[in-house]
């Protein structure tokens, strides 16, 4: 009888080691659970439930967040709760304070508990992968992307992945930019549904690049007509995340009008809300200085499209004018944390406002010719 009263005991602790969840410390320290639940995109529950013999006095989360960074980060939340020798608690992320983040995300977590005997005790990390449960998504991958989509058929989806193989190859002929890192892009069925997965978006959103997590959101239904806006909308965006991947540094960024017109570039040809907003500014002489559009475009809608179709324009010169090779050692200059000027100077051996008199210069040598 006693042999069997000993082999229950080490049963019974075997089976409390493989609980999910569970760990241990001196003086009875215990982690009973410890669980997250994602409500996409309101936030995140961190659940965790613990014993020992004298108070817990103190519990702590600690998480990081898989995206491009240049220092690890770690975010450590202090828990609020009355001291007891047996606690159940939740903390919740809520990302309209901690700012939204996408589907496709990755996070790790821990906790470490003290109780007052001075046992100290810091569970294993965990991983939290974030998805928009809303929709039951279908995936596709093809080299460093994967395609995510939940409403079309499987050639919906071929269709997209076609349109991305394309992109990045222009992308790369133009300007020698190359993704470095693997890249996701959901494919929500509206700009509705797609609004319905951020926190606070703006009306207009119909796509947008998380360059830090190398994730990209775009609406895009399944009518023709749609489908050929996407494929455009895949190529700005995707210009957007394998720029950032190229030029990332600590220092310094790309002027707005450069990071705005690789990505109007990678599309193809202007439409005409662009092109007669450039022959307006040409006959008015309104247009917007190179220098003035290393700043944020204006909020307001004409001066935003000029902003767009000049910036284009701007590229393009660039582009034919000095080649491919010039325009990667400029973003791998960038890419060096160089100021906007210096950049300028040491590839083409002139500033902004040099490459301001020479653009303008190539328009009205294009007029005349």
Do not use: C
């Not at 653009?359 to 040598?365: H, M, T």
Request: proline share 3%; hydrophobic share 40%.
């Amino acid at each position: 009888m006693k042999k069997k009263i000993i082999s229950f005991i080490a049963i019974a602790l075997m089976l409390v080691l493989l609980i999910p969840g569970a760990a241990h410390a001196g003086g009875g320290l215990t982690v009973i659970d410890n669980s997250t639940e994602v409500i996409f995109p309101a936030g995140i529950a961190f659940n965790i439930s613990a014993q020992s013999d004298t108070n817990i006095t103190d519990i702590r989360l600690h998480y990081t967040v898989d995206r491009m960074e240049h220092a690890k980060i770690i975010s450590e939340i202090y828990i609020s709760f009355t001291p007891a020798k047996s606690i159940a608690t939740q903390w919740v992320m809520d990302m309209r304070k901690t700012g939204g983040m996408p589907p496709g995300t990755n996070l790790n977590y821990w906790w470490t508990l003290t109780d007052a005997g001075g046992n100290k005790l810091e569970t294993t990390p965990s991983a939290v992968h974030i998805e928009d449960g809303r929709y039951t998504w279908q995936s596709l991958k093809e080299g460093m992307v994967t395609l995510y989509w939940y409403k079309g058929d499987a050639a919906f989806g071929g269709e997209l992945m076609d349109a991305t193989r394309q992109a990045l190859g222009r992308l790369s002929e133009n300007t020698g930019a190359e993704l470095k890192n693997p890249v996701s892009i959901y494919i929500y069925a509206s700009a509705t549904d797609l609004q319905g997965s951020m926190i606070f978006p703006q009306e207009w959103t119909g796509g947008v690049a998380f360059t830090q997590y190398g994730i990209i959101a775009i609406g895009i239904a399944t009518d023709s007509s749609s489908i050929e806006w996407g494929k455009g909308a895949i190529s700005h965006e995707l210009t957007h995340l394998v720029v950032h991947q190229v030029i990332f540094n600590p220092y310094n960024d790309l002027p707005t009008w450069l990071n705005e017109g690789l990505a109007m570039y990678s599309e193809g040809a202007l439409d005409y809300n662009f092109t007669s907003a450039l022959s307006a500014a040409e006959k008015n002489n309104t247009r917007i200085s190179v220098r003035s559009l290393t700043s944020p475009f204006s909020a307001y809608t004409d001066q935003s499209i000029l902003a767009y179709a000049e910036s284009y324009e701007i590229v393009a010169y660039l582009i034919s004018e000095y080649g491919r090779d010039k325009m990667l050692e400029l973003l791998n200059v960038f890419g060096q944390g160089s100021g906007y000027d210096e950049a300028f100077k040491k590839v083409y051996g002139f500033d902004m406002d040099g490459l301001n008199v020479l653009w303008q210069a190539s328009l009205v040598g294009a007029a005349v010719n």
